[in-house]
């Protein structure tokens, strides 16, 4: 049951990073509403490509010296802080998305597709700092008693699918409603995504304060 609830957490975390509309999401809804949904497919495998080989540079370079509790609580204070920042931008960005305006030619090469998402999400190394708040937020809930290797590769497998089930989804939703979809309904998905990015963060900041008083 534990590894259920592992599998649906990162999974769930993968579907949220993904969520606050960025340039990747842009470029996914000019394709689609322009009847290119295959090139706006490929955007998502480079956006996703970029954000897995992020896990791993997190999980395999970074993530073995967080294990002494003055860094741990030092990580959880700056996740804290990057988490609020996140918050703030997806509240500034729902402010001002308007998707009915994407009206510009859009491109029908899949290969341009996939290196223009791939370069969109490469440009964006925060989600390093995202993989390990994932990382750090599983250890605390106690759901895996070791991170091993293969629990790593789990972990960013299952994330990463949950990155591009949104992308996926928001490609097809689009596709089939093309510009019905108010500017008002994805300021209310930033928004929302905005609070839980606050909520997130005072769970850091609470963990963070416990160790540093019990060091």
Same mark, same amino acid.
């Given at each position: 049951?534990?590894?259920?609830?592992?599998?649906?957490?990162?999974?769930?975390?993968?579907?949220?990073?993904?969520?606050?509309?960025?340039?990747?999401?842009?470029?996914?809804?000019?394709?689609?509403?322009?009847?290119?949904?295959?090139?706006?497919?490929?955007?998502?495998?480079?956006?996703?490509?970029?954000?897995?080989?992020?896990?791993?540079?997190?999980?395999?370079?970074?993530?073995?010296?967080?294990?002494?509790?003055?860094?741990?609580?030092?990580?959880?204070?700056?996740?804290?802080?990057?988490?609020?920042?996140?918050?703030?931008?997806?509240?500034?960005?729902?402010?001002?998305?308007?998707?009915?305006?994407?009206?510009?030619?859009?491109?029908?090469?899949?290969?341009?597709?996939?290196?223009?998402?791939?370069?969109?999400?490469?440009?964006?190394?925060?989600?390093?700092?995202?993989?390990?708040?994932?990382?750090?937020?599983?250890?605390?809930?106690?759901?895996?008693?070791?991170?091993?290797?293969?629990?790593?590769?789990?972990?960013?497998?299952?994330? #990463? /699918? !949950?990155?591009?089930?949104? @992308?996926?989804?928001?490609?097809?939703?689009?596709?089939?409603?093309? *510009? %019905? =979809?108010?500017?008002?309904?994805?300021?209310?998905?930033?928004? #929302? /995504? !905005?609070?839980?990015?606050? @909520?997130?963060?005072?769970?850091?900041?609470?963990?963070?304060?416990? *160790? %540093? =008083?019990?060091?």
């Amino acid at each position: 049951m534990n590894t259920f609830w592992f599998l649906f957490i990162a999974y769930v975390m993968g579907f949220m990073s993904a969520i606050p509309i960025g340039a990747t999401q842009i470029e996914i809804a000019k394709r689609t509403l322009n009847n290119h949904r295959g090139a706006a497919y490929m955007v998502a495998f480079g956006s996703v490509f970029s954000d897995v080989m992020y896990g791993f540079i997190a999980m395999f370079g970074v993530a073995p010296f967080l294990e002494e509790k003055i860094v741990v609580a030092v990580f959880g204070l700056v996740a804290t802080i990057i988490l609020w920042l996140l918050a703030f931008f997806t509240f500034k960005d729902g402010a001002k998305a308007n998707m009915n305006e994407l009206k510009s030619p859009t491109l029908k090469n899949k290969k341009l597709s996939l290196v223009i998402g791939f370069s969109l999400a490469v440009t964006n190394p925060m989600m390093i700092i995202w993989w390990l708040i994932g990382e750090k937020f599983i250890r605390g809930l106690e759901l895996i008693p070791n991170f091993t290797t293969n629990t790593i590769l789990l972990f960013l497998i299952t994330g #990463g /699918l !949950g990155l591009f089930s949104y @992308l996926f989804a928001l490609a097809n939703i689009l596709h089939w409603t093309k *510009k %019905l =979809i108010s500017n008002e309904m994805m300021k209310k998905v930033n928004y #929302g /995504l !905005g609070i839980v990015l606050i @909520l997130l963060s005072f769970y850091f900041l609470i963990s963070s304060i416990h *160790k %540093l =008083i019990h060091l």
